[in-house]
């Protein structure tokens, strides 16, 4: 017999698992399958991490109503999913003369747009607010409702509350086809066997247009993945207060210099076509871009506070806009299409796409009940996901009481970030467990710090281990084929 | 084992430099020494390093790492140092308080009179020296997969390129090889060896272990696993030189790219630290620009060789101990003074006996209740009188004083506190 669901979701990025939340709170049951060994592990994963105000997207465009709806919705969802949100506004700033008028057309934009709380400010205001600002800057563009998150935390955050509310989330599942009866989806065949379903929904990210393809839909549509790098700043070294974007280009929005929640300076990304749709690889050239781009914004970074590197992969698709007399051809494609019943259909969902995800998840809910789908809402819907203790932001007598109550929280295994073992553990036996060490990593942050895990790597491989009752050799870093160690030493005596 | 609530020498960390560090702090006097490691051995980086040639200087023998620190560490045990395992410091603070935090005693602070910095360095990793690539398994320093192979008895690969020719880089090509894997390369930026000629010798000639000076890695492949790194030449400037990549098929990338001195909570402390050496800047006592902080071995900056970090160890601990030795008996000079009776305060808190030999001390205090009534001020050593004072009455918004005389000192001399009462004649 066939495991049946209502919805089948494809994909656990920010989307997905937004999209998970937000069925949850209806009867009905819902499969959330991912590819990866852990959910967040796409384009979700690396980027920039702003809440965008909303002043960059095209005026009637999808992607500019979805940042405005989305946005507001930020404040609620932090504290019933209890992720860290800070609303610190944002900056694009200009340097020289020329680039003023660039600013005008972002205030027009984000005027059109709907964006509350923009202010132009002069250059003597800058230089006051950012003290590590290019003294050559010529004036910015403020945006009060900008904000930044942790997007591992709010993607494992969202997940995690919809299993709570009865979420099926399957790891190291991909999708392969479609179970089609005559033009309508009864299921799909995934690597781990074939599950039956009434609708499927699309959130692969960079594999959604493959994913509509097989269901005839779109051929035309095609993603391409476009390289954002970044770099990591030791926090010990230098603060940037600020979220700093230069003046946009045809590029987008351009390098920026911002700062993360847990402090660290982080400065990219630059814009380059990649080849391959799992290509992460960071070049000599694209990081050198990076830095010279942020050199513009902020003269006195220094290489040696350097302590990490990454790239994104944004989703670029060629979606064409829907408003009538918008020739935009890189539109988010949000849609029940016609041609196949069962099918919600999303693609392209590139930046301002965490900025969206909630908003995004409310459009697919209303797109259902349009569709006539009758969404019932559940009596015990819970929405608020709860926290675990995170030892390094607690005062000195909420860690005394957390170690009184569980010894384990009081031995620090990531030396840099102060996660402990405790932490570590409870992560493992989460709703939605971390078995691989960068699942760990995107959720405690342990291994991030300056030293780049080099002390706690060989640790947390153990506790892995002993939690799962596993070999050490079957520990991995993020799934299948990355195993840390081959074979044990030859054993003296044996 | 119970805390002690003040020490009068903690060192932090217990590699070589630190427990010469409680050694001689031990033999210079100090009583109560307490070393504090994360780890769960006390040794330090030589507890990985199994490797011989430690001790040449100051033993005159070639021994293993663990040989090495295990004369110390009898050393420590048979002195009486107390020792804390698997307690990691979280933060120091500049009047020499310590958090530190571990399973059994759960989040504890300890007061030193004085502090020895010996927390060692940390490797750098790749990111620091901006290596391109992917994100693979199979990149580590060359310091953590020692640790796997010597300490936990695993082996992280079979095809390994080691970058960078210092000594951690060149004992582990060999240490590798020993347990059967290839070592397809030790690759230089530089145009020299930056290790000891010596390991050169024993490490890569004599297993046949290609070095090639002047080139780095350009960048890693492979996506899940390391599966080649792009090795390439470069000229004095560093610039690849064009058409001298090669692909080298490995399944591991060791880093032996440099040590940095690991000054966290060094700066916590408020340490000053150089920027040259990353470590802290200290006088010929090594003591820090804190008082009472002092500071010994790679945290201050990187040696080669262990038997110097031994003997700046002895040197800090020494000069600890006897910082802490002065502000122990400073402290056993003064007498707190307490509150008793229908008093609400005193100030001075605590006064130092030797100045009562020469000067009076005027003590001014605040009552809890107004008395309208004559009343006595009376100081006492426990039940002993030491003086009093009387007055028509006392309400808390006059402040009431009370004048020990050059007389009281005998009576003081004796005391552990002073209290002072205040009630109806
Ligand atoms: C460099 C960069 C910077 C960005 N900055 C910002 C920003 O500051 N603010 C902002 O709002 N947005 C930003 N974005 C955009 C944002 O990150 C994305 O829009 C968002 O993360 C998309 O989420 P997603 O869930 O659609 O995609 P993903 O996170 O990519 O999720 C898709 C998931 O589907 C899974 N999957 C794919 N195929 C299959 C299959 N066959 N079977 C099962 N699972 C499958 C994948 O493994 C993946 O986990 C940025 C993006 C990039 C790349
Ligand atoms: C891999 C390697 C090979 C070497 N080979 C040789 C050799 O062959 N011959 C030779 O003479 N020298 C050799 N050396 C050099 C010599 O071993 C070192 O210089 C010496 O060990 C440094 O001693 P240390 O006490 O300063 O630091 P370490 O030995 O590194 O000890 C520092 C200790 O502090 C602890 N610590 C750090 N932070 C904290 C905290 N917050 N809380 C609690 N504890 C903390 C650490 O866990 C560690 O145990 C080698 C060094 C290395 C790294």
């Given amino acids: 017999m066939l495991e049946k669901y209502d919805f089948i979701i494809i994909g656990g990025g920010v989307v997905g698992s937004m999209i998970a939340r937000w069925l949850s709170r209806y009867e009905a049951s819902v499969l959330l399958i991912e590819k990866e060994a852990d959910i967040c592990m796409g384009a979700s994963s690396a980027n920039t991490a702003i809440v965008h105000a909303g002043y960059d997207p095209l005026p009637g465009s999808l992607k500019a109503r979805m940042n405005i709806v989305g946005n507001p919705m930020w404040d609620q969802l932090s504290g019933e999913l209890s992720f860290p949100f800070e609303r610190r506004g944002d900056y694009v700033v200009a340097v020289g003369e020329e680039e003023l008028p660039g600013l005008d057309t972002l205030m027009e934009q984000g005027k059109v747009n709907g964006v509350p709380g923009m202010k132009m400010l002069s250059k003597a205001e800058v230089l006051a607010r950012e003290k590590n600002i290019n003294p050559d800057v010529s004036g910015a563009l403020w945006a009060s409702t900008g904000g930044i998150c942790d997007p591992f935390a709010v993607t494992i955050a969202a997940a995690e509350n919809a299993v709570m509310n009865g979420v099926k989330v399957l790891l190291n599942t991909s999708f392969e086809d479609f179970i089609m009866e005559g033009t309508r989806i009864v299921g799909i065949k995934t690597n781990r066997g074939d599950f039956g379903c009434r609708w499927v929904i699309n959130s692969a990210g960079m594999y959604s247009d493959e994913i509509m393809h097989k269901a005839g839909i779109r051929p035309e549509f095609v993603i391409k993945p476009r390289r954002g790098e970044y770099f990591v700043f030791d926090r010990a070294d230098l603060t940037i207060d600020n979220v700093l974007f230069p003046v946009p280009s045809l590029k987008g929005k351009g390098i920026l210099v911002t700062t993360t929640l847990h402090g660290n300076t982080i400065i990219g990304p630059n814009s380059v076509f990649g080849e391959e749709k799992e290509d992460r690889s960071t070049t000599h050239e694209g990081l050198e871009e990076i830095w010279q781009g942020a050199k513009n914004l902020v003269p006195c970074l220094n290489q040696k506070h350097i302590i990490a590197m990454f790239v994104g992969l944004r989703p670029y698709g060629n979606g064409p806009c829907k408003s009538p007399g918008i020739d935009y051809q890189h539109d988010y494609i949000i849609e029940i299409p016609t041609e196949v019943q069962g099918f919600v259909n999303l693609g392209g969902i590139e930046s301002p796409g965490l900025t969206s995800s909630p908003a995004i998840a409310q459009e697919v809910v209303d797109l259902l009940k349009d569709a006539g789908e009758k969404l019932k809402e559940k009596k015990e819907w819970d929405p608020v996901r709860r926290a675990r203790p995170r030892f390094r932001d607690m005062s000195h007598k909420e860690r005394k009481l957390l170690i009184e109550k569980d010894p384990r929280y009081g031995r620090v295994i990531c030396r840099c970030e102060n996660v402990t073992e405790g932490e570590i553990a409870a992560e493992i036996h989460a709703p939605i467990p971390a078995t691989t060490y960068d699942a760990l990593k995107r959720r405690t942050w342990l291994g991030t710090g300056r030293c780049q895990g080099g002390f706690d790597m060989p640790r947390v491989v153990k506790i892995i281990a002993d939690e799962l009752g596993v070999s050490p050799l079957e520990v991995t870093k993020k799934g299948q084929g990355s195993n840390f160690l081959l074979r044990p030493t030859k054993q003296v005596g044996a | ?425």
């Fill in chain 2, 1 to 425: 084992m119970v805390l002690k609530n003040i020490y009068d020498v903690v060192v932090i960390g217990s590699g070589p430099g630190g427990l010469a560090a409680a050694v001689a702090a031990k033999k210079e006097g100090a009583e109560d020494v307490l070393v504090i490691e994360r780890d769960m051995e006390l040794g330090g980086i030589l507890i990985q390093c199994i490797h011989n040639g430690f001790g040449v200087e100051i033993f005159k023998e070639d021994l293993p790492g663990p040989s090495y620190a295990q004369r110390f560490i009898k050393e420590v045990f048979s002195l009486g140092v107390e020792i804390l395992l698997d307690t990691m410091v979280l933060d120091i603070t500049p009047q020499r308080k310590i958090y530190a935090s571990n399973k059994r005693l759960g989040f504890v602070e300890i007061e030193a009179r004085s502090i020895v910095l010996a927390m060692g360095c940390r490797e750098r990793s790749r990111p620091q020296i901006r290596i391109p690539g992917t994100r693979p398994v199979g990149v580590y320093t060359a310091g953590t997969a020692q640790r796997w192979v010597n300490v936990e008895g695993y082996m992280p690969g079979n095809r390994v390129v080691i970058l960078g020719s210092g000594d951690i880089g060149m004992i582990m090509a060999r240490r590798l090889t020993f347990e059967g894997a290839k070592v397809e390369r030790v690759l230089e930026v530089m145009p020299y060896l930056t290790g000891l000629t010596r390991n050169y010798v024993q490490c890569l000639l004599d297993f046949d272990i290609q070095l090639q000076l002047r080139h780095t890695v350009k960048r890693v492949l492979g996506n899940n696993c390391v599966e080649a790194v792009e090795a390439v030449q470069v000229d004095e400037k560093w610039n690849p030189v064009p058409g001298s990549e090669e692909i080298i098929p490995c399944d591991t990338l060791l880093l032996s790219v440099g040590l940095i001195p690991e000054n966290e909570l060094s700066r916590k402390a408020g340490v000053k630290l150089d920027p040259i050496t990353s470590g802290p800047y200290v006088d010929d006592n090594f003591q820090t620009n804190v008082p009472g902080i002092f500071a010994a071995g790679n945290v201050v900056h990187v040696y080669d060789l262990v038997d110097w970090v031994t003997e700046a160890g002895f040197q800090a601990g020494k000069c600890a101990a006897k910082y802490a030795i002065v502000t122990h008996r400073k402290e056993s000079n003064y007498v707190p003074l307490i509150a008793g009776d229908n008093v609400r305060y005193i100030v001075p808190q605590k006064l130092d006996k030797r100045n009562l030999e020469e000067n009076e001390i005027r003590l001014q205090m605040r009552v809890t209740q107004p008395i309208e009534q004559p009343v006595w001020i009376e100081v006492h050593d426990k039940e002993n009188l030491v003086a009093r004072k009387a007055e028509r009455y006392v309400r808390p918004g006059e402040m009431v004083t009370v004048v020990l005389k050059q007389k009281n000192y005998k009576d003081v001399e004796k005391a552990e506190n002073l209290t002072i009462n205040i009630a109806p004649r």
